[in-house]
């Protein structure tokens, strides 16, 4: 295919790509990610001419395994290039042929396919990419880039290693139709011009905006109509001139404003890359596909995750930069901005903000104007919905201040469409847990500082892997059309409206970005041994039953997978307990007949934590399990019935999807895999126990044992007092609890938490057994009463019943 002559200059050409490369793929894995099918030719389709891009895209390709572009694809008897160049590429010397010779191709393989059906080839489109440095303001295009080739080779030598090759979806010649009337001329021309435009969007996307002046933009703000009347309002509320209101207006613009560097972010993703390595086995991204493909077609992104620790403020940014994403400006809490880590973190596009914004207008103008001012100019956003971080590891109420801010956003009228992206961050090691652990005791919060960081630091090892699960979207347009389907009456360019419907509507927003992201949860070894380990009597277990017990949790959850986007392990229970053995969390002892594995009450303590981030998807089987249990013999339809029953608190408290129609199939599938694990005889109008398994299902059954006794405390106090306030039954059941776990040996420091009363009451509200007078409605107090209480050991409810005497 190629004369004497290319085969040595393609040669020349790889040795400094050898020498000064190395190009990561986006995706990490794009076999097994976009699903390429290796043993089908392929045309690689490149955006423009260059034979250092194609050498570079070369190399992962003999590395993957993927075919050679430089072997040609035979066609009836001709080969044909495997690759194409879709532009001629900057420079002077570049060829205005190169367009007409990529026609031609393209020509030639669609003609091919017209006459050949069992002919298949695949394009793929790739592009490689050294360096994303985002164009400044003002800055001008570089000189030496109109020398070509020349200038592609300044940039291997000075950005070989910051190198990325994006794979995309390929496109099957075999899937493009071709009308009678159609000139195969004009479809490759077409073809062209599509892939154009998305090399176009690929590359925005990966590199971002133009980066502003800061001082310039902060100054410029300031103007703004309605931080402008802000200024105003502060200057005659606190009898000031309307200069220095307009110095203050700005020096909250400083406190607050990311000062984004990508140097820094080189230096960071560097120095990541090498923590990462030392301290985990590695991190796990799953469904970031759909994420590239809003950004690349011009959606405005709001990353929502949940918080477990510092260290996801840093990991996904890492993340999505690997996944040839821009790292999003990251709303921080004030505390963090303590040197080194506050300018640092400003620089790596992070954003500061106070605890609260109560009583202080200008400071709210302010902010709201800054939010608006990062969707206007297209950055994407990132925040903790939950506000801080989890202490229990279950999510945390939503707090929906920013929230709010973003669909005002929306209200100025901007046509960018802005969409949700909910992400679930897992660890199998959380550096704060210890802490998290104290501060529910009652410890006093530690204070963030240099000192503190480095202390953390140095104690990390063995932290297994780390997990970011991108969620479903959540399209904000399409939520509000749903929701609220004249929302558009309400645009303002000045952003200073204010609509009836917008609180309730942002929470139920909120409610279902909890949802989404409790719905791409991983399960990890850690997380599973840790909830079985649990739910045993003394936090221990004989090695062979632990292994079981993760045998039966991997097929209930394979059998029923609580969403399409969780993720499981493809390993034996042996390799997950092996894996989770050597991060030293368990006591491993050996006697004649083999291992016990156990917890000492500290590690119980801490390991709830772990237990605690799946807790949502063990829940509604374990009250299955329970039911059974309890009852012995009973139909399915009444399982059926006590578990809706139960479900709107449990819903509430966990942020479960499930619509009624749902939660039927779902139980339905639970009973079915109970009986194909031989736990239980199955038939319709009669469940029956499997008396030589029962410890099987008793250990399923008691990840519900906190929440149901939860649930006893609460209904027990209503029934005793219907007349009960609700702030009186949260504080009387939270002591309740207390005692409880003390008596009881309960080691879940989130058993007695303040946030989860406070979420129980307002449930009890919400579904009607109390109302705004705080009189409770006693039927359906006594109907559920009657479905707790047997759910419960007896002495459990006797020391119930003696702390809470009627």
Sequence with gaps: ???????????????????????????????????????????????????????????????YDLPDPLLGIEINGKTVPAYIYIDKGPGIFASNKQKSKTIEI??????????????????????????????????????????????????????????????SRTVSFKNIKVNDKQDISVLAHKLSRVARIHFAKQRTASVGPTLPVRQQMLNKLLTNPALAEA?????????????????????LLNEIAANFSYRMLRVTDFVLTWAWNRLYQGLKVTNADPVRELAENGHEIVYAPCHRSH?????????????????????????????PAGPIFRRLGAFFIRRSFKGNKLYTAVFREYLAELFIRGYAVEYFIEGGRSRTGRLLDPKTGMLMMTVQTLLRGDNRPITIVPVYIGYEHVLEVATYANELRGAKKE????????????????????????GNPIPLNQFLNQQIPEWRDAIDPSGMQRPSWLTPTTNLLAKQIMEHIN????????????????????????KVKLLENIDYLLKLLKNIP?????????????????????????????????????????????????RNNIQHLLIIPAIVARILLKHNRISADEVLRQVKLLFPLIKSELFLYHNEEQLTEYVNKI????????????????????????????????????????????????????????????????????????????????????????????????????????????????????ILKPLITNRVMQTIDEINPS
């Excluded at 190009?23 to 955006?47: F, M, N, Q, W």
């Excluded at 994403?325 to 963090?336: K, Q, R």
Aim: glycine letters at 4%.
């Design 519 to 542: 719905s791409s949860a991983a399960i990890n070894a850690m997380n599973l041994c840790c909830s079985i380990l649990l739910a045993a009597d003394q936090c221990t277990l004989t």
């Design 106 to 167: 393209l020509r030639e393989y669609i003609s091919a396919h017209q006459q050949n059906d069992e002919l298949d080839i695949q394009m793929l489109p790739v592009s490689v990419m050294f360096g994303r440095k985002p164009d400044k303001e003002g800055k001008k295009i570089p000189s030496l880039q109109v020398l070509g080739a020349t200038y592609k080779l300044y940039k291997i030598l000075i950005s070989g290693r910051d190198c990325y090759t994006r794979f």
């Design 231 to 251: 200024i105003k309002e502060e200057a005659k509320s606190k009898n000031i001139g309307l200069d220095k209101a307009k110095k203050s207006a700005l020096s």
């Design 311 to 339: 260290m996801d403020y840093l990991l996904l940014s890492y993340v999505l930069y690997r996944q040839g994403l821009v790292p999003p400006h990251i709303a921080a809490g004030i505390n963090l901005n303590f040197w």
């Design 671 to 786: 009973i079915e895999t109970y009986a194909e694990l031989n736990l239980i005889s199955y038939a319709p109008d009669k469940l029956t126990l499997n008396y030589l398994k029962m410890s099987g299902l008793q250990l399923l059954a008691s990840s519900s044992r906190d929440t149901l006794q939860r649930y006893v405390i609460a209904f027990s106090l209503l029934q005793k007092d219907p007349t009960i306030s609700r702030a009186t039954l949260e504080k009387e059941g939270r002591l309740i609890a207390e005692r409880l776990s003390i008596l009881h040996g309960i080691n879940a420091p989130e058993f007695f938490d303040k946030g989860v009363f406070s979420t129980l009451v307002a449930s009890l509200r919400e579904q009607g057994y109390l109302d705004d007078k705080d009189d409770a409605n006693l039927a359906k107090i006594d109907t559920m009463n009657k």
């Design 447 to 470: 204070k963030e500082s240099l000192w503190s960081t480095i202390k953390a630091f140095l104690k990390l090892k063995k932290l297994g892997f780390g997990y970011v699960n991108f």
């Design 1 to 63: 295919m190629f004369s004497w002559w290319t085969k040595i200059y393609f040669s020349l050409i790889q040795i400094p790509v050898k020498l000064f490369v190395k190009s990561k793929p986006i995706p990490t894995d794009p076999i097994t990610e976009l699903e390429l099918d290796i043993h089908r030719p392929i045309l690689y389709v490149l955006p423009y001419n260059s034979q250092i891009d194609l050498m570079v895209v070369r190399s992962l390709c003999l590395k």
């Design 562 to 610: 609580y969403s399409d986007l969780i993720t499981i392990p493809d390993q034996t229970a042996e390799q997950m307990f092996e894996h989770a053995k050597e991060m030293g969390k368990f006591v491993i002892t050996t006697d004649e007949v083999g291992e016990m594995v156990g917890l000492t009450t500290e590690q119980a303590v801490l390991m709830t934590y772990y």
